[in-house]
């Protein structure tokens, strides 16, 4: 199984995560541009109405009826805020259905990538990244997206209504439109770097975070509870300054945008005005634009600037998802199973033992470096195989390759199928793996078996248990009702791999792998685990990584990885 994957730009990430939405915000769309019509027809009774009153102070007579311009602008008046509530309210829908399906996307990531999703931060940064940066693009989905094709629209929209009444006023329009963008794009290129380093921050701060009060009891036995204190409230004093720092930025986008719009308007209103008073150079004595043109043109004005205005005061939102993107990349962008081919029924490669052949297998990590260097090796059927080795030789990557949680190069081969033929699910359910922290979670002993075995019976749960060595001291408490704390709080650490042991056994996989199973343990507990491991693993494939030997005799062979080898690959 091999491949690599094509690095997708944000911008294009986020278009792809907003495709199945293209409709709702269509519809979003539709609803704004038929507010705009209203309000351009609201825009021509106001002025109607007013020529109308000006010619009856002047004492002369109006062509049209008042009570139906009247109605007409009541009837404006009205359906303009239900389309922008109805126009919000289909936005929202888009962006809640976005952030669903990548929420849920990034979800299914996390668990293909298994063991490995800590190359991409502690648990407590990546939930930082499920939660808040998924969050920050509710602004750019439900706001900006829609907002940057009205700033298109409506102007043109609008300068072409206007340049029936004047044409020089829509040139100054046109004319002076492009600086709204222009300084909207200068200031939103420094507002998207800080917005990046902003949910950098907030990730590592998360993850901090989580691990100290992972720890919290650690610290109350060593008495440094302050120290940590101080380090979360200096964590978020900084935290605070660079928030500080991105809405400045966002507040001077505004400020500049609201400062051009207004001099574009206000150079509009100076050539109407100078126009009714007839003092215009070109034009002595002359009235180019009439009162009703030239009010129609001035209400129409502000709102010609205004989806521009608008849409800078909502760039903010589009540099926050690009950074938000930016982050969430990596974990999206990860190399996952992959099968291809004809999958295999999984009753095709059952049985109790489990063969394995590797030729020329590779792992590369970021940035192409080799984290296994080519490896030719096989597992035989019922072999249990210990594999040593300096750290970063590429032990632990060749564990996540069998797993399945990371692409490779070269062959790896089970029962003589490729990896890459296999269902995941169905390779997956031939593997047991018992890691340096088993997966124990907040709950009884009972629910935490359970996990690898839903339909097992407590008589089964109590004779796996008694395997194990820990039923004798779970039954003098709660038995299969004792309570475990987050991680396994509650228990010892041998007991805990014990544990896990436990869940291998309930799911009765025919090859068995093992990551530093002891790294934590002392060594008496150590070795007691080790032999342990060798009684229940008796005519079962098994491959176990360890610096350690002691109580490993039981192993059939031995294979040492080699850092030179791999570091001169990378060479």
């Known amino acids: 199984m091999s491949g690599a994957t094509d ?16 409709w709702w915000l269509r519809g979003a769309t539709l609803l704004a541009l038929i507010g705009v019509v209203l309000l351009i027809t609201q825009s021509w009774l106001l002025a109607a109405l007013f020529h109308h009153w000006l010619l009856l102070w002047q004492g002369r007579e109006s062509l049209g009826h008042p009570s139906a311009w009247l109605a007409g602008l009541a009837v404006c008046m009205v359906l303009r805020p239900l389309l922008h509530a109805g126009r919000e309210g289909v936005s929202r829908q888009a962006s809640r259905h976005a952030r669903v399906a990548l929420r ?33 693009l509710d602004g750019y989905i439900s706001r900006y997206r829609v907002q940057s094709l009205l700033a298109v629209v409506v102007p043109c929209l609008i300068a072409a209504v206007v340049a029936l009444h004047s044409p020089l006023a829509a040139g100054l329009m046109l004319m002076t439109a492009p600086l709204v963008p222009l300084f909207m794009i200068l200031v939103g290129r420094a507002a998207a770097g800080a917005s990046q380093q902003q949910f950098t921050a907030l990730a590592r701060m998360g993850g901090r975070f989580l691990d100290l009060v992972r720890g919290m009891a650690t610290l109350q036995r060593m008495g440094a509870t302050d120290q940590a204190e101080a380090k979360v409230a200096q964590a978020s004093d900084a935290y605070r300054g660079r928030t500080m720092r991105v809405l400045r930025l966002a507040f001077l986008s505004s400020a500049v945008l609201e400062f051009f719009a207004a001099l574009a308007i206000a150079l509009v209103a100076l050539y109407l005005g100078l126009g009714l008073l007839g003092l215009l150079p070109w034009a002595k ?15 129409l004005a502000p709102e010609f600037y205004a989806p521009l205005r608008q849409l800078g005061s909502d760039y903010h939102a589009r540099a926050e998802a690009l950074g938000a993107m930016q982050a969430l990349s990596p974990l999206l962008e990860a190399d996952t199973w992959q099968p291809q081919g004809l999958p295999l029924s999984p009753t095709a490669v059952s049985g109790e033992s489990l063969a394995v052949e590797c030729r020329e297998l590779s792992v590369s990590g970021e940035g192409g470096r080799l984290r296994l260097a080519p490896l030719n090796l096989t597992l035989a059927a019922g072999e249990r195989l210990l594999v040593q080795g300096e750290s970063g030789a590429g032990k632990s990557s060749l564990l996540q390759a069998l797993l399945g949680f990371t692409a490779y190069q ?39 078996l359970r996990l690898a075995a839903p339909d097992k019976s407590d008589a089964e749960l109590i ?29 010892s650490g041998g007991q805990l791999q014990r544990l896990g042991l436990a869940q291998l056994l309930l799911r009765d996989a025919a090859l068995w792998l093992f990551d530093e199973p002891t790294a934590h343990l002392d060594p008496d507990a150590a070795w007691q685990l080790n032999t342990l491991i060798g009684q229940l693993s008796r005519g079962r494939s098994v491959m176990i990584v360890s610096h350690e030997s002691a109580g490993l005799g039981w192993v059939d062979r031995r294979v040492e990885l080699s850092l030179q080898e791999a570091m001169a690959c990378c060479g």
């Open 7 to 22: 690095v997708i730009d944000p911008g294009q990430r986020l278009n792809r995560c907003l495709a199945p939405q293209r």
């Open 104 to 136: 849920s996307q990034l979800l299914t990531q996390l668990g293909r990538l298994g063991p490995v999703r800590r190359q991409f931060g502690s648990d407590g940064a990546l939930a930082t990244q499920v939660l808040e940066q998924v969050d920050a």
């Open 285 to 299: 004595a002359d009235v180019p634009v009439p009162y009703q043109g030239a009010l129609f043109i001035l209400l």
């Open 410 to 448: 070269g062959s790896l081969k089970a029962k003589g199928c490729e990896l890459s033929q296999w269902p995941r699910d169905a390779w997956q359910r031939q593997l047991g793996y018992l890691s340096q922290q088993p997966p124990i979670q907040s709950g009884s002993i009972a629910e935490n």
């Open 463 to 491: 004779e796996v248990l008694t395997q194990v060595g820990l039923w004798p001291i779970l039954v003098r408490g709660n038995g299969l009702a004792t309570q475990l704390g987050e991680r396994g709080q509650g228990v």
